[in-house]
């Protein structure tokens, strides 16, 4: 198992020497007029010596954009959680009311964060990765920056509308603008960064950053849909052993570092773990499953709301998992449903089950020694019922890992759509119905399905608000 380290601030803190000034002083007006020296500019982290440090710029920038951080800044994790089935609002914050209500809009001040954290996370990547380029093409560093860049990729195809624009910085502190991407591009980009990623690895002899390549690609197709597209995100993590997980840390080295999801959770009681939320929400609470553990915390930030956390987050220091050999099999298993082999599917999903304690990440899971299997699952016999269950253990097995929303809106995609899905209807898959606050209705659930590009895009003259409709999937 190979655990990665996440300790550096993406802005590259520097130390600085604080001198006291009488107000008004004569000679203190040249405080106002030096450069932040929180800030480096790309331009001044070129150079072969300098990789090492783009690459913690990378891993960093993705800490805080997947994780979230002790600041308040929520992360995707969280946000795709408290939009999907797996969190539920117990606070006040009006603008993420809405996230849990599914009512989204593009000029959300909460959603320029998210946008904006994602999207650095991107582009630090892919400036670390021309930098690379550069200095060290075949460096096998290089592999895990474009797999960062890629999954950054992957995530925003998941998270957003068909219509997201991938800016650059350059070295000399320009921006570039590019075309909005549609979902389907998105999603080739990610790919073809990904294949990159493995060719590095491979020729590198490193197996663990080939296999995080990997993951990342098996996923990426899934959300492509489709059977060539499947079959291939079956060959591509085959070699991917179970009991590898690529881990994003975190610490109490500084507020930035910390678990988002705790600090949200367990800090400041925000939103609690769902249980059956919206009519179609899995029993994350009630199923009492060791994949998803759980603590009842009393109240939250709202007296008459319920709060529990997930014990997988339960300190600032619990890490995130990013890709795991786990998630690979449940890859297999589902390219082998869409192949017809109804046995190898559930053969796959069984064996997961049988090993539950022996796995990996079972310590990020908080399982015990009584928890060293769950009972098998017998097939439900019909084409329908078999896609859901296959869902029902993706959903178990990652959550509060940025999965569920790629997997609601596979599931609502029509069958012959691009990309393509499962053609199950939106009310079927997302939560629906009456909105519970406070133990109480309030409301009904809206009708977005997924994020907007936020409203200060349109800054961009290559942007286009219109072509982002949030309530198709």
């Known amino acids: ?29 040249h405080l106002l007029r030096v450069e932040d020296p929180d800030v480096v500019s790309p331009g001044n982290l070129t150079g072969k010596d300098k990789l090492g440090t783009q690459l913690a710029a990378s891993i960093s920038a993705m800490q805080v954009g ?87 990729q992957t995530l925003m195809a998941e998270m957003y509308c068909g219509a997201v624009p991938f800016s650059k910085q350059n070295a000399d502190g320009s921006q570039s603008n ?72 975190h610490s109490v080295n500084t507020s930035r570092e910390n678990n988002g999801v705790n600090e949200l959770i367990f800090q400041e009681g925000r939103w609690s773990v769902s249980d059956v939320e919206g009519i179609n929400g899995l029993p994350f609470i009630s199923a009492h499953d060791p994949r998803v553990r759980t603590e009842f915390l009393g109240r ?17 220091t619990m890490p995130d998992i990013l890709a795991s050999g786990t998630e690979a099999r449940l890859i297999q298993a589902e390219a082998a449903l869409d192949a017809g082999n109804t046995a190898t599917w559930l053969a796959d999903l ?5 090993q539950v304690g022996a796995l990996s990440n079972a310590t990020i899971l908080n399982l015990g020694p009584g928890d060293s299997a769950l009972a098998p699952l017998a097939d439900p016999g019909d084409s329908v019922s078999r896609v859901k269950l296959t869902f029902s253990e993706r959903g178990f097995w990652m959550y509060a890992t940025d999965h569920r929303l790629g997997d609601f809106r596979r599931l609502a995609r029509p069958t012959n759509g691009t990309p393509s ?17 406070r133990g109480a209705p309030d409301g009904s659930y809206g009708t977005s399905v997924s994020f907007p590009v936020p409203l200060e895009e349109g800054n961009n003259p290559d942007f286009n608000s219109a072509a982002c409709d949030i309530t198709v999937p």
């Open 66 to 152: 997947f994780g979230g951080d002790g600041n308040g800044n929520e992360g995707l994790i969280n946000i795709t959680g408290l939009f999907t089935d797996e969190f539920n609002f117990t606070e006040t914050f009006p603008t993420r009311i809405v996230i849990d209500q599914r009512n989204l809009t593009n000029n959300n001040s909460t959603l320029v964060a998210v946008f904006f954290h994602i999207e650095q996370a991107r582009a630090i990547a892919s400036n670390a990765s021309d930098q690379f380029n550069q200095f060290g093409p075949t460096d096998k560093d290089h592999s895990e920056v474009l797999s960062l860049e890629a999954y950054a």
């Open 421 to 437: 899905g499962y053609g199950f209807t939106i009310d079927e898959v997302y939560p629906t119905g009456a909105w519970i606050y």
């Open 350 to 354: 069984n064996d997961l089950r049988s």
């Open 178 to 249: 590019t075309t909005p991407l549609t979902t389907v591009q998105m999603l080739q980009t990610a790919v073809a960064t990904f294949d990159s990623a493995i060719d590095i690895a491979v020729g590198t002899g490193d197996s663990q950053r080939e296999f995080l390549a990997r993951v990342g690609k098996g996923r990426a197709l899934l959300d492509l849909g489709g059977a060539a597209n499947t079959a291939e995100a079956d060959t591509v993590v085959a070699s991917v052993p179970t009991t590898f997980v690529y881990q994003i840390l």
């Open 300 to 316: 939250g930030f709202v007296s008459r709301s319920q709060l529990t956390g997930p014990l997988k987050d339960s300190t600032r």
């Open 1 to 29: 198992m190979r655990n990665r380290i996440s300790l550096v601030s993406a802005r590259f803190r520097v130390g600085v020497a604080l001198t006291l000034c009488v107000l008004g002083a004569v000679g203190c007006d």
